[in-house]
């Protein structure tokens, strides 16, 4: 099993910056797969961003170039660093794994309003 827990959102002014972080309770390194997804109010839960154990990136459209999923492995934790953030970005973002079944931590609310 693997548990996660995010930290790090909070209300962010458009064109913003946050870090989000998810702490895993095993090493990163055993994990195949670790990434973000959210969810905002009436929508589907919907893909961000994921790093593969071979290291691969992958980003939704809507993020590319301003999202940056990355790992520490000393620590555990995958971090989502967000910059030039916009209203509709507001979400619930979720932290999942994929180890030998799938994962989620509860998420942490990310609120971009002026």
């Known amino acids: 099993q693997v548990q996660l827990v995010e930290s790090g959102g909070g209300l962010v002014q458009p064109g913003g910056s946050l870090r989000l972080s998810c702490a895993a309770s095993?090493?990163?390194?055993?994990?195949?797969?670790v990434g973000w997804y959210r969810q905002a109010p009436e929508k589907e839960r919907e893909f961000v961003a994921i790093i593969t154990d071979d290291g691969r990136r992958n980003y939704a459209d809507s993020v590319k170039d301003r999202f940056t999923i990355s790992i520490d492995n000393s620590k555990n934790t995958v971090y989502l660093e967000m910059n030039s953030l916009k209203a509709e970005d507001t979400a619930v973002y979720y932290c999942?794994?994929?180890?030998?079944?799938?994962?989620w931590g509860r998420g942490t609310q990310v609120t971009v309003s002026s």
């Open positions: 095993r090493s990163i390194l055993s994990i195949n797969r």
């Open positions: 999942n794994a994929v180890y030998f079944g799938n994962y």
